[in-house]
């Protein structure tokens, strides 16, 4: 248990659907992040947050969009997504920004069909 | 961009040493992290070099030099449930006016460790 908790933990969706990946961290942490871990790739950043100010890759498509209402709680919205979507989303958070350890949730196992 | 290479896979007997090279080219280095992954769990944090030289901690050492963008991590006493994925991960200084740096991955060193 690392003290980073995602919700839910296997999600299948259809290519029309709308759903949402939940992260929750009580380390009280100030950065929280969004990574992809596709097989036989590096995990990619996505997305990182703070209170003051978000910071997306810039390849990262629209049809993901993150929301972070406090820095306890961090939201992956999904809409329209496709087959090649579909892979492990790990959220992390780290006390501000990574000059400390990042720590990671169990992360939620996404197929899209 | 980012630019972080370690090798797919490695092999190892139990009681062996192994050492898991990572190179990177990057900009805005900060300091490098050792994170490993067993299958189906997340990424657990190993060790996390800023200044050259070398960092042990029990059986797992890291080290790190700078000016050759170059880290490894040495796995002494090889134990089966070693068996797993090594990342290496550069962090990055935040960006003029962000407060936030980043943290870029390597792929990955599948490491298998066998009786």
């Known amino acids: 248990e690392t003290g980073v908790t995602q919700t839910p933990r296997h999600l299948v969706m259809g290519m029309t659907n709308k759903k949402s990946l939940k992260c929750e961290q009580h380390l009280g942490h100030n950065a929280m992040y969004w990574y992809k871990q596709s097989a036989k790739k590096p995990l990619e950043l996505m997305f990182v947050y703070s209170l003051e100010e978000r910071v997306e890759n810039n390849s990262v498509p629209s049809r993901f969009s993150p929301e972070c209402p406090n820095s306890s709680h961090l939201f992956l919205h999904l809409h329209t997504l496709q087959p090649e979507d579909s892979a492990l989303y790990l959220c992390?958070?780290?006390?501000?920004?990574?000059?400390?350890?990042?720590?990671f949730g169990q992360g939620t196992r996404l197929t899209v069909v | 961009g980012q630019n972080i290479d370690q090798p797919t896979e490695m092999t190892a007997t139990e009681g062996a040493i192994v050492q898991i090279n990572c190179t990177y080219q990057?900009?805005?280095?900060?300091?490098l992290f050792w994170y490993q992954q067993h299958a189906g769990e997340a990424p657990t944090f190993l060790s996390y070099n800023v200044l050259d030289g070398l960092e042990e901690k029990g059986r797992f050492s890291s080290f790190l030099s700078r000016s050759k963008g170059y880290s490894y991590l040495l796995l002494k006493e090889l134990q089966m449930k070693d068996s797993a994925s090594y990342l290496c991960?550069?962090?990055?200084?935040?960006?003029?006016?962000?407060?936030?740096?980043?943290?870029?991955f390597g792929r990955g060193t599948q490491l298998t460790v066998w009786p």
């Open positions: 990057t900009s805005g280095f900060n300091g």
């Open positions: 991960a550069v962090t990055t200084r935040a960006d003029r006016g962000s407060t936030l740096g980043r943290l870029y």
């Open positions: 992390a958070s780290s006390q501000d920004h990574p000059g400390t350890e990042a720590f």
